[in-house]
């Protein structure tokens, strides 16, 4: 069935350095990719989405890329600041054109920068 | 501009019991998906209403119902609650765009605890 894995389940870095995190997904039909961020206690908040027809989109800071081939994206940080601390989740949505459809989560990352 | 409202933020109930709550989508939205946020875990889609209608459904048994009212607000109902029911449950809304949706928005959540 659908699923999503998510990788590194927790990451530590120092203020400053990039931070990666990586998804693959399993139904080839996928076609939507948000990453929401989760603060302790807090909402989940969509920081960055992609959609199939694209490699790569950038936002300040934050970036992701697509491999359809391979089934994976990556969400990369660059600069990274203590209030980026918190825990990611990468999701993907395999319904037509339904960004706000049934969403498939991966099982999140714990980003901890250092000052 | 109201977000998503999640209400209670917090609940207790014993196990066989029955419990509903509650969700106001973000102004201007009409379309209410629920998820469910183990501890530790990414959330896990239990279903999704547009015009006061079940379209999408995960993969959760009947004892988890819903509703949507003519003003987008929506209820979730679980019955003979199991002790693996504890969870946070999100609820999400969006704007159904054609046949798709815009991204999802989430509330804060409400943590149910069973025992």
């Known amino acids: 069935g659908e699923n999503v894995e998510q990788h590194p389940s927790t990451l530590s870095v120092q203020e400053g350095d990039s931070a990666v995190i990586k998804c693959t997904y399993s139904?080839?039909?996928?076609?939507?990719f948000p990453w929401y961020k989760q603060e302790l206690g807090k909402r989940p908040q969509l920081i960055i989405d992609?959609?199939?027809?694209?490699g790569e989109k950038k936002d300040q800071r934050i970036a992701v890329t697509l491999n359809k081939t391979a089934k994976h994206f990556s969400l990369h940080i660059t600069e990274t600041q203590p209030e980026d601390s918190a825990v990611y989740f990468c999701a993907a949505s395999s319904s037509s054109n339904n960004q706000g459809g049934k969403l498939i989560f991966g099982q999140g990352t714990e980003l901890s920068v250092k000052p | 501009d109201a977000g998503v409202t999640q209400s209670p933020t917090h609940l207790i109930k014993t196990r066989g019991q029955q419990v509903t709550l509650r969700c106001s989508p973000k102004s201007g939205h009409d379309t209410v998906s629920w998820y469910q946020q183990a501890l530790g875990q990414g959330p896990q889609f239990i279903f999704q209403y547009y015009e006061e209608e079940e379209r999408q459904r995960g993969n959760f048994p009947d004892r988890f119902s819903g509703h949507q009212f003519p003003n987008y607000s929506s209820e979730l109902n679980v019955n003979a609650l199991l002790l693996g029911d504890s969870a946070l449950y999100l609820c999400a809304s969006s704007l159904r765009v054609g046949q798709g949706n815009s991204p999802l928005h989430f509330g804060n959540g409400t943590r149910l605890t069973v025992t």
């Open positions: 992609i959609r199939s027809n694209v």
């Open positions: 139904d080839s039909a996928s076609n939507y």
